[in-house]
């Protein structure tokens, strides 16, 4: 089995999978709802830490297909080096050559807004100054510190433990 997280963003519900493959035939699911198969995954939103990867589905009827057209799963599941340091600590410090308020600041992380964990809030460094410095952290930004809870498109997804059985491993040999 491969350990995937996959999430559903239509429900903001994020599922640790087991699965036995990666699916390219379209499913009877799909096939009912009228879907298109599954595209191939994108590249991973980081190279260590934990990042997002999504695949694309699109809906081959005239009408609306029930379901979502986006899925994502994690990647890059290796630790980083201590050096990289933490994810969202470096898209603050991103924007060091910036001006604000006529001055530049050394920006660091702040992880304290309930209401909004997917913003970029970032304090300058020596002051009380907080700011937010972009809508959205990237994908694969964790949520709040010490947790695995991950942003996507802006949206903190939630983890969630199931198994997926593969019951007729046979039909997938070819």
Known sequence: FQQLLEFNSGSQLAVLAFLCSSRTARSEEDRDTLWDAWGSWSECSRTCGGGA????????SSKTCEGQNIKYRTCSNVDCSPDVGDFRAQQCSAHADVRYQDQYHEWL?????PDNPCALKCKAKGSGLVVELAPKVLDGTRCYTESLDMCISGVCQVGERIRELCFHPLLHLS
């Not at 999504?54 to 809906?59: A, P, V």
């Not at 992380?109 to 807004?113: G, K």
């Open 53 to 60: 990867s999504y695949s694309l589905r699109r809906c081959l």
């Open 109 to 113: 992380s702040v992880y304290n807004d």
